[in-house]
């Protein structure tokens, strides 16, 4: 074997290696990507139950969807977030994995505060348009608004373009 085909092989292996510790670096970061997206389809989800309050197509049915859209939406984003602050304090060696996960945080951020929108448009149509045999109420809506307002603090602590929660904002005035 020739000097030039053995440096060819040598090479190979080397990209085959440093490919596989990259996979296994980046696999957080994947993971947050499809939360990311998993809880930006459920946001889209709610919008299109909201439009459905307070029209003909109001149903029990719809408002227990809407209730668990908003549970799995929820469950996904603190899944995300706690992905995204493993990447963010132990790989810190890690600076394209970072700024990666800086960029994708930021894009998790703004989903989240538009959830935080669509909540509060929830709350209005349920209060305007109310049922009594509904599991969804004003109550259990707030406290989803909280568990929210957690999961985004956790968020804006490591990104600071984020526009605030409003709780995060009264404590900085």
Same mark, same amino acid.
């Given at each position: 074997?020739?000097?030039?085909?053995?440096?060819?092989?040598?090479?190979?292996? =080397?990209?085959?290696?440093?490919?596989?510790?990259?996979?296994?670096?980046?696999?957080?970061?994947?993971?947050?990507?499809? *939360?990311?997206?998993?809880?930006?389809? #459920?946001?889209?989800?709610?919008? #299109?139950?909201?439009?459905?309050?307070?029209?003909?197509?109001?149903?029990? =049915?719809?408002?227990?969807?809407?209730?668990?859209?908003?549970?799995?939406?929820?469950?996904?984003?603190?899944?995300?977030?706690?992905?995204?602050?493993? +990447?963010?304090?132990?790989?810190?060696?890690?600076?394209?994995? =970072?700024?990666?996960?800086?960029?994708?945080?930021?894009?998790?951020?703004?989903?989240?505060?538009?959830? =935080?929108?669509?909540?509060?448009?929830?709350?209005?149509?349920?209060?305007? *348009?109310?049922?009594?045999?509904?599991?969804?109420?004003?109550?259990? +809506?707030?406290? #989803?608004?909280?568990?929210? #307002?957690?999961?985004?603090?956790?968020?804006?602590?490591?990104?600071?373009?984020?526009?605030?929660?409003?709780?995060?904002?009264?404590?900085?005035?």
């Amino acid at each position: 074997m020739s000097t030039f085909e053995e440096a060819r092989l040598h090479n190979r292996k =080397q990209r085959r290696s440093s490919a596989i510790a990259v996979t296994k670096e980046t696999t957080h970061l994947l993971e947050c990507i499809q *939360f990311t997206v998993q809880v930006n389809e #459920d946001i889209a989800q709610l919008h #299109d139950l909201l439009t459905q309050l307070g029209s003909l197509k109001d149903s029990l =049915q719809v408002r227990k969807e809407i209730e668990r859209t908003v549970r799995h939406c929820l469950e996904a984003a603190k899944s995300a977030k706690d992905r995204f602050l493993y +990447i963010m304090i132990n790989c810190r060696e890690n600076v394209k994995l =970072q700024n990666q996960a800086g960029q994708h945080m930021g894009i998790f951020g703004f989903c989240l505060t538009y959830m =935080q929108g669509e909540l509060k448009k929830c709350l209005q149509l349920i209060s305007t *348009f109310p049922m009594k045999e509904a599991n969804l109420s004003q109550k259990s +809506i707030e406290e #989803d608004m909280t568990e929210l #307002d957690e999961i985004l603090i956790g968020v804006e602590k490591h990104i600071h373009y984020i526009r605030p929660s409003a709780e995060a904002a009264a404590e900085r005035m």
